[in-house]
């Protein structure tokens, strides 16, 4: 790959952002009776990431390795930008598989940008490359990294409003610091608290969401 200066791009928000409409509202209830963490009330494929995927514990290294990318993608842009398009990320990007996506050149990069279904932006497109370079490069398994920066279950009230959400934590700012020493880019603070809210190292679904009724029926 051709040697470029990673623009500086803002961190993504820690959640995905709530819909105009819900501004102040932290909760809003679907025609399913459900109560649900207001951001997803947007769009449905928010409510079914929000549903089966954000705050659920992932494990699974590929699916680690694609949040990480994903997450990168989404700097500066909304999480649903993302979502709509991950379809085809997945199926660019080999899905996600980082020997595949190791092994991608020049020529794949110049293909990628040209493709009008992902986002098209170099930094982040060689990023994606290098970091699973950096994944193949690891003493040890991306999970077993990844997962030693999750703090301590939550023992205290969940957050009743969105200023309860933080947009960095120390561990995220821990993890981003560790990733970075061994390569990794577009891994700022900021957006490895997103990331550590999509794998479920952290649980933000606010008090009264289903998905914590459902959390605390099984503990």
Same mark, same amino acid.
């Given at each position: 790959?051709?040697?470029?200066?990673?623009?500086?791009?803002?961190?993504?928000?820690?959640?995905?952002?709530?819909?105009?409409? =819900?501004?102040?509202? !932290?909760?809003?209830?679907?025609?399913?009776?459900?109560?649900?963490?207001?951001?997803?009330?947007?769009?449905?494929?928010?409510?079914?990431?929000?549903?089966?995927?954000?705050?659920?514990? /992932? &494990?699974?290294?590929?699916?680690?390795?694609?949040?990480?990318?994903?997450?990168?993608?989404?700097?500066?842009?909304?999480?649903?930008?993302?979502? @709509?398009?991950?379809?085809?990320?997945?199926?660019?990007?080999?899905?996600?598989?980082? !020997?595949?996506?190791?092994?991608?050149?020049?020529?794949?990069? /110049?293909?990628?940008? /040209?493709?009008? @279904?992902?986002?098209? &932006?170099?930094?982040?497109?060689?990023?994606?490359?290098?970091?699973?370079?950096?994944?193949?490069?690891?003493?040890?398994?991306?999970?077993?990294?990844?997962?030693?920066? =999750?703090?301590?279950?939550?023992?205290?009230?969940?957050?009743?409003?969105?200023?309860?959400?933080?947009?960095?934590?120390?561990?995220?700012?821990?993890?981003?610091?560790?990733? @970075?020493?061994?390569?990794?880019?577009?891994?700022?603070? $900021?957006?490895?608290?997103?990331?550590? /809210?999509? $794998?479920?190292?952290?649980?933000? &679904? !606010?008090?009264?969401?289903?998905?914590?009724?459902?959390?605390?029926? @099984?503990?």
């Amino acid at each position: 790959m051709s040697a470029t200066t990673e623009p500086t791009v803002p961190d993504a928000p820690s959640a995905p952002a709530a819909p105009a409409t =819900a501004e102040r509202e !932290v909760l809003i209830v679907g025609d399913d009776g459900r109560a649900r963490c207001a951001w997803s009330a947007s769009d449905p494929e928010y409510r079914r990431y929000h549903d089966e995927e954000w705050g659920r514990p /992932q &494990h699974d290294p590929r699916a680690l390795y694609e949040k990480l990318c994903l997450e990168g993608f989404q700097a500066g842009l909304s999480w649903i930008t993302i979502l @709509r398009r991950r379809p085809a990320f997945r199926e660019l990007f080999l899905g996600f598989d980082p !020997v595949k996506v190791a092994a991608m050149t020049e020529v794949d990069v /110049q293909r990628l940008l /040209q493709d009008a @279904r992902i986002i098209r &932006h170099r930094g982040k497109i060689e990023a994606t490359i290098s970091n699973a370079r950096a994944v193949l490069d690891l003493d040890l398994p991306l999970e077993e990294l990844m997962w030693s920066f =999750a703090p301590s279950p939550r023992t205290g009230a969940r957050p009743r409003s969105w200023s309860d959400l933080p947009a960095v934590t120390p561990e995220s700012t821990a993890l981003s610091k560790e990733l @970075r020493r061994r390569g990794f880019r577009f891994v700022g603070p $900021t957006t490895m608290y997103a990331l550590m /809210q999509a $794998t479920g190292m952290v649980d933000d &679904h !606010v008090e009264g969401c289903f998905v914590v009724e459902e959390v605390e029926a @099984r503990s």
